[in-house]
């Protein structure tokens, strides 16, 4: 069980809006960390998607937001498209550098 | 362009050694602290090790404290995780990463802007 916890699936349709929450604690979140996101795509490494819980590297999609309040942080995805079928693992820290069990984004 | 290319993974009995290498290119590889991350087969991320841009820190998960080392040259742009008394445990892709802060400090609430493709390590009897 980590620390960071993120809901094993979530899903949506073509279009639609779907958020992935990573849910940490006063020693990691809550403390002041920033949060980080990743997507990785089957079969391949992971890429970085929002670093600094709310910034977006260069080439990233608008498509993809990432928020940040009080122990949990947020990661959206507006106007899913196919291509966003994906694993998704947040990152913070906690005494040390943790990864959140990651969510499986299914599109419909 | 960044490029990472790990090597060395394979098949190894528990109690063994292996040794992984990561050539890195495409940026000044003295100034960036690295990593290793590993994911088991159908599991998750967990962070391994880090190492500062000079090589002289050095940051260990406690799963693997004490088994692995992790190190560079510089002179050759290449990482180093030497993995020693492994574990069935330690079955999973090894990935390096390249922390995203330029100064050459290790940072454990840094980010890794870019990743390579990964290396197979089984481990198995």
């Known amino acids: 069980q980590s620390v960071l916890t993120q809901p094993p699936s979530v899903s949506g349709a073509p279009g639609q809006r779907v958020t992935i929450s990573c849910t940490g604690s006063?020693?990691?979140?809550?403390?002041?960390?920033?949060v980080h996101w990743y997507q990785q795509l089957p079969g391949t490494a992971p890429k970085l998607l929002i670093s600094g819980n709310t910034n977006r590297p260069s080439g990233v999609p608008d498509r993809f937001s990432g928020s940040k309040s009080g122990t949990s942080a947020s990661l959206a995805i507006t106007g899913l498209q196919a291509e966003d079928e994906a694993d998704y693992y947040c990152q913070s820290y906690d005494s040390s550098l943790l990864f959140g069990g990651g969510t499986k984004v299914t599109v419909l | 362009e960044v490029q990472l290319l790990e090597s060395g993974g394979g098949l190894v009995q528990p109690g063994g050694s292996l040794r992984l290498s990561c050539a890195a290119s495409?940026?000044?590889?003295?100034?960036?602290?690295m990593s290793w991350v590993r994911q088991s087969p159908g599991k998750g991320l967990e962070w391994v090790s880090g190492?500062?841009?000079?090589?002289?820190?050095?940051y260990y998960a406690d799963s693997v404290k004490g088994r692995f080392t992790i190190s560079r040259d510089n002179s050759k742009n290449t990482l180093y995780l030497q993995m020693n008394r492994l574990r069935p445990e330690d079955t999973a892709v090894y990935y390096c990463?390249?922390?995203?802060?330029?100064?050459?400090?290790?940072?454990?609430?840094?980010?890794?802007?870019?990743w390579g493709q990964g290396t197979l390590v089984t481990v198995s009897s």
């Open positions: 495409g940026f000044i590889f003295s100034t960036y602290a």
């Open positions: 190492i500062s841009g000079s090589g002289g820190s050095t």
């Open positions: 006063s020693s990691n979140i809550g403390a002041g960390y920033n």
């Open positions: 990463a390249k922390s995203s802060d330029n100064s050459g400090y290790y940072y454990l609430t840094d980010f890794f802007d870019y």
